[in-house]
């Protein structure tokens, strides 16, 4: 359950005394404004760990957190750069919940930056009417004003190039004539550079020369004006002027029905999500689709069926933008898919960081340009490459004032989730727009009785109305019982029958290793394996195959399916890749920096290989030339960063990154990249030794900890979860002399593998000094 929002500071309170988890913002003043340069930012918290600082739903960056005495409680701080930002910033801190692993929220705190040399120019294009039919030759008029002098105005149609605008007597003008263009739709995109070099971007207007153009159903045609607040992500403002449209008016070429007939489906059996670090290597490096392919027509391996639906992540990742810095890319991976037999949906969220804030009314901007992206991605590419349709996965129930605030947040939500519908509308385009809703959006307190647009409602059934399709994140492990993956759907599916939209809910189930939040060894599938699952969802099948709303099953997700074992232990086997022997490219651009006396963040390049890269080893050092081995092996990454965590102060280490591809083949060291820790008067301590057994169906774990130097015992807290076969989570303290025991939950099979992974280790005076710890971490194997 999500913590309410706070709204006063607290003491901490006396040692030994349990309070709710709490965190605060200290340094500064609600409306306080700032010079440009660095704000030293700083609070407190209590009952919290993992803070995170959230700047204007663009930018999450962890925190500094100290806390001697080792008991979730302490201070925090964060130097943040204002030297780009101008105009109201919104902050915010999150955390997780000590207890529970769920997230916990600070105040909000809105402070103004006095920088006018960073303001974003806001640009808006005023005419043509998005719902006026054009003629052949259309004047398109843009307006364009800030802080500064306007440099530059220019406008993109169709996607093409930037084309330059000169000024008119009232803003600026450039005449298109449509005859040179076969589209009977024309997006339009502006954009504004001031004389300090800023760059502000409109939203889209899309203009219509042919058919017939859609009612106004909203607040847009897509003007911004000067900025509420700053999109740091994109530099641009994001305050919209509504549109004001009158539908009684008499020029005979305005549409004034708003009504339209949702996207007819096809099956979407089965889909996978493809997230950003797996969607990139796949759309840059061509020889990487050979491997997705492979997997996903394998029907042998684990008598499953075939993959047929990819939900493609276009997120903004390492610095680029899929569909703005590699189009031609993204064009030649979509015309592979279809020639392959595959759909393609483009996979958003809410277009913020982190992504949920996008449900807010006052981000919802952000949410129509990561929707509109893809809208002219499509205008701008030839059938063969454009997405089949988009998978919008916002996730508002994650935002702090989604329980305490109902229906506010349900509502901005459901007015986002119009709203792109209305921007594909007016687009002309015709592809399916589904949201990801979790399996309780149709009986819990929080989503019903939602009355919205006249209508009182379950949640569900709300999006349901509105979206073409849905994608029930129903993550459960079994598909019987109350609480099982059939009865979380019957709902859904009845109501989809109801309002007659055939093969509109696909749902979807967890395969990830889950480590926060909820109870991992009954949310997903990865403590039982591939075989276990797909007996699962063969009953899923046969409950629902007959059902006309049912649309397939989808999977999450792409980078723990290529990885996923028919079962722990020795009798334990994995989808196989076409045999390849060939090593990866050397990873390129290694960087490590310094995040305080106990962990550095490293950064490198994506590699590339003959198949695909499925993950980076990261191997560390004190010594700087050294060698790649078991004894310098510090972790693995999924993707292009990783935080080296529990090293000792004052010390300069150095790492080197290999890539390892999809056939197990590890690619030759990067060049060494160092950094050094900041000093601490903490101590460190570490895991001495961990054993586990396996007896009469449960597992147990006994590890001791000691000070890393003299070796003595520290009484300590500590927070893990068994591993592989197994996934309950525990909390537990020591004893005197650093022992801790647990044991899993029953686990009664012949044969298997359990681990246990700590997660948080608490103590006094110290630090848990990870680095040190002996890995890997061992498990328990048993056979007849």
Known sequence: MLAAVLISTICIPPPHVKAAALITIDSHQDGQTLQPGVAELSGTYSGVYELQLIVNGAFVTDVQMDDPNGDDSGSWSYKLDTSQLDGPVEMVLKGNDAVTRYGI?????????????????????????????????????????????????????????????????????????????PHQVHSLEARATDSYGNTGYSLTVYARTGGMPPANQGKYPATVTDAVYMDLANSTPVNVINDVYDPSATNPETVTSNTYEPEPLPDQDRAIWIWENASYPLVLNPNARAALSSMAKDTTTFNQRPITTLYLAVGQ???????????????????????????????????????????????????????????????????????????????????????????????????????????????????????????????????????????????????????????????????????????????????????????????????????????????????????????????????FLNDSAF???????????????????????????????????????????TFDFQRINITYNMAMDNTAVNAYRIYRSTNADFEIGPATYAGISKGLSFKDTGLLPSTTYYYKITAVDISGNEGAPSAAASATTAPSTMKPMVIDQMTLTYSAGIARVTMQMVDKETRLPVSAKISGRFTHMAGKYVNAATTADGVFQSQSELISVSRGEIGFLPRRIMADSYYWASAYDQLPYPTVIWEP
């Open 105 to 181: 929220w600070s105040p909000w705190i809105h402070l103004n930056i006095d920088n006018p040399a960073a303001h974003i120019p806001g640009v808006q294009i005023t005419s043509p009417n998005e719902h006026t039919l054009q003629r052949n030759k259309m004047d398109i008029h843009i307006s364009a004003a800030g802080k500064n002098p306007i440099a530059q105005v220019e406008l993109r149609i169709n996607g093409g190039d930037w084309l330059q605008v000169a000024p008119a007597k009232n803003g600026y003008k450039y005449t298109f004539d449509s005859r040179q263009s």
């Open 551 to 593: 649309g397939g099953i989808a999977l999450h997700h792409y980078s723990s399916i290529v990885d996923f074992p028919s079962e722990w232990g020795p009798g334990g086997y994995a989808w196989q890749p076409p045999a390849d022997h060939e090593r990866p490219s050397t990873v390129s651009g290694a960087t490590a920096a």
């Open 317 to 543: 990742y390492d610095g680029a933008k899929m569909l703005e810095d590699h189009r031609s890319e993204v064009q030649q991976f979509i015309e592979w898919a279809h020639s392959q037999g595959f759909y393609v949906h483009a996979l958003i969220a809410g277009g913020t960081s982190p992504p949920y804030f996008g449900a807010y009314s006052r981000y919802e901007t952000h949410a129509v340009r990561e929707f509109e992206q893809i809208l002219n991605y499509n205008l701008a590419s030839g059938e063969t490459a454009r997405f089949d349709g988009v998978n919008l996965d916002t996730e508002p129930y994650i935002l702090p004032d989604f329980k305490i605030a109902k229906p506010s947040v349900q509502i901005q939500y459901l007015d986002m989730l119009q709203l792109l519908m209305e921007r594909k509308q007016a687009s002309g385009l015709t592809l399916s727009v589904g949201a990801a809703i979790p399996r309780w959006y149709d009986t819990s307190s929080d989503a019903s009785n939602i009355s919205w647009n006249g209508k009182t409602k379950w949640l569900s059934e709300h999006i349901q109305d509105t979206a073409d399709y849905i994608s029930i994140m129903n993550y459960r492990d079994q598909a019987d019982g109350s609480a099982g993956i059939i009865a979380q759907a019957l709902n859904e599916l009845a109501y989809a029958n109801t309002i007659g939209k055939p093969k509109s809910v696909v749902i979807g189930v967890e395969t990830k290793d889950i480590a926060d939040g909820g109870d991992p060894e009954t949310i997903s599938f990865h403590e039982e394996g591939r075989t276990y699952m797909e007996q699962e969802l063969n009953k899923v099948y046969d409950a």
